[in-house]
């Protein structure tokens, strides 16, 4: 190996782990744009929709992004204040949430004992909880600026993406059109047909998921407002947000709503419990299955996989991501992998089933 050779090659090395350390530190950057794409993807199809009803292009994406941030900030206002008040009342009074705690745990004893029939004890101290209250509270106290921060980093987060994918939308054709005119001209239709796939794919997935969880979310909020459960808005928002997790995001839901509701009283969080678990059942057997066969049919052990890798990279957010990622990867592994190692095989009929033989101009090439 020559010297010119063991430059170029640690040239090389070198300027890949320069992009790989760029990346790395601007990756909330990269996880926006693809936030961006996705939901450029989703809000296509009603876009389209209102162009086939004569609708001017400006004017269809003006009423489509207008109604989602119409939308989003309706809920947000509907949700914050309460679940503000709230939080600002437990940090002010770190007794009043352990009394809370305490009244709850001894309401499920009662529960428990009246139903068996047998004295029934959580083997929980109440000094040890009002003691575990007020660390998590003096905790809680220290990083409440920051929880601030976050909810201004993420309002300022959401104005960015829907920028961005504003901007995509307005781009997307010219775009593809370069990322096809950079394959080459025997395989330009197989890249638009896997950007193409790759749209609809995501974008069926996504409005699935939205859809479901704002079905689930609305219904779980007429039902605890009708049974007067407090916070109904704030429970079912973070209820109908985990239910767009999948796999686990409905187990997810139920609790956490019925935490939330174990915070104003037993008996919202026994109510909370069983609405909850009622529509999760019916989001899992009936709901999800017909919205979802519309959508994408992924592989359930790939999204197990990616869900955990997800979670493990990003938490909620990276969940919420890996299944359009999934897809992505998936209908590339099938046009680039499996496709065309299908037709390099020929089909050869034997006794007792079907032997899968080179095809002979594939052979002769090799």
């Known amino acids: 190996m020559t010297l010119t050779q063991i430059f170029k090659i640690t040239l090389t090395i070198l300027a890949a782990l320069g992009v ?11 996880v926006g744009v693809v936030v961006a794409i996705v939901l450029a993807s989703a809000l296509r199809k009603p876009i389209l929709q209102l162009r086939e009803a004569r609708i001017p292009q400006g004017w269809a994406v003006f009423i489509v992004y207008g109604v989602l941030t119409v939308i989003t900030f309706t809920t947000l206002i509907l949700v914050l204040p309460p679940v503000i008040n709230q939080f600002t009342g437990y940090l002010t009074n770190e007794d009043r949430l352990a009394n809370r705690i305490i009244s ?35 905790q809680l106290r ?9 909810v201004t980093s993420f309002l300022g987060d959401f104005i960015l993406v829907i920028a961005m994918s504003l901007y995509w939308m307005s781009t997307r054709e010219r775009a593809e059109a370069f990322l096809v005119e950079l394959a080459p001209l025997s395989r330009r239709g197989q ?14 997935y996504v409005r699935s998921i939205v859809l479901v969880s704002l079905i689930v979310g609305t219904a779980c909020f007429v039902i605890l407002g009708l049974l007067r459960v407090t916070n109904a808005a704030a429970i079912s928002f973070f209820y109908a947000v985990a239910t767009a997790i999948p796999i686990v995001g409905g187990l997810i839901g139920v609790a956490l709503a019925t935490f939330i ?3 104003t009283s037993p008996t919202s969080a026994v109510i909370a419990l069983i609405v909850t678990f009622l529509l999760q059942q019916v989001e899992n057997y009936w709901l999800t299955p017909r919205m979802m066969s519309q959508g994408a049919d992924f592989d359930p052990l790939l999204v197990v996989v990616f869900v955990s890798l997800g979670f493990s990279l990003g938490g909620v957010t990276g969940a919420l991501l890996s299944i359009p990622v999934a897809g992505a990867v998936s209908i590339l592994i099938k046009h680039l992998v499996i496709e065309p190692r299908k037709a390099s095989v020929t089909p050869t009929r034997v006794e007792g089933g079907i032997l899968l033989l080179p095809n002979q101009e594939d052979s002769s090439e090799d």
């Open 20 to 30: 790989a350390y760029i990346f790395v530190i601007t990756i909330n950057v990269w």
């Open 142 to 150: 220290v990083t409440a600026p920051s929880l601030l921060g976050n």
């Open 191 to 204: 890249i638009q047909a896997i950007l193409g796939e790759i749209e609809s794919v995501l974008g069926s």
């Open 104 to 138: 709850a745990k001894l309401w499920v004893e009662r529960t428990a004992t009246d139903i068996t029939g047998s004295p029934f004890e959580m083997g929980i101290e109440n000094e040890n909880i009002r003691a575990s209250i007020t660390d998590v509270v003096q």
């Open 261 to 263: 509701a174990l915070l």
